[in-house]
Nanobody
Framework: QVQLQESGPGLVKPSQALSLTCDVS??????????WGWIRQPPGKGLEWMGA???????DVSPSLKSRTSIGRDTSKNQFTLHLSTMTPEDAAVYYC????????????WGQGNQVTDSK
């Protein structure tokens, strides 16, 4: 019922920023008690949790990415966003937006994923 859809560029030049948007339908990003976040999977590697924004607007970001990762939202559009600065080859991955219940690591809804490639 809840649907998430990522949108953004598929190719990012080295050292430039990546911005992705997740459109949410069938549910509100302000509904208690959910986190709306981002997970990525580089080629041949496992899933990496990047960060999320809570229904109230509270934000949590992975320590390894905190210096160059920001997450925001637009409640009027029922969207949340990911901004990753200084793109490198290590950032090439499929990026997913997800929903999780507060206090858990259960991701019950996923977008279909956006593949992002770092140009060389």
């Amino acid at each position: 019922q809840v649907q998430l859809q990522e949108s953004g560029p598929g190719l990012v030049k080295p050292s430039q920023a990546l911005s992705l948007t997740c459109d949410v339908s069938g549910g509100s990003i302000t509904s208690k008690f959910y986190w709306w976040g981002w997970i990525r999977q580089p080629p041949g590697k496992g899933l990496e949790w990047m960060g999320a924004i809570e229904y109230s607007g509270r934000i949590d970001v992975s320590p390894s990415l905190k210096s160059r990762t920001s997450i925001g939202r637009d409640t009027s559009k029922n969207q949340f966003t990911l901004h990753l600065s200084t793109m490198t080859p290590e950032d090439a991955a499929v990026y997913y937006c997800t929903r999780a219940t507060d206090g858990t690591e259960k991701f019950d809804y996923w977008g279909q994923g956006n593949q992002v490639t770092d140009s060389k």
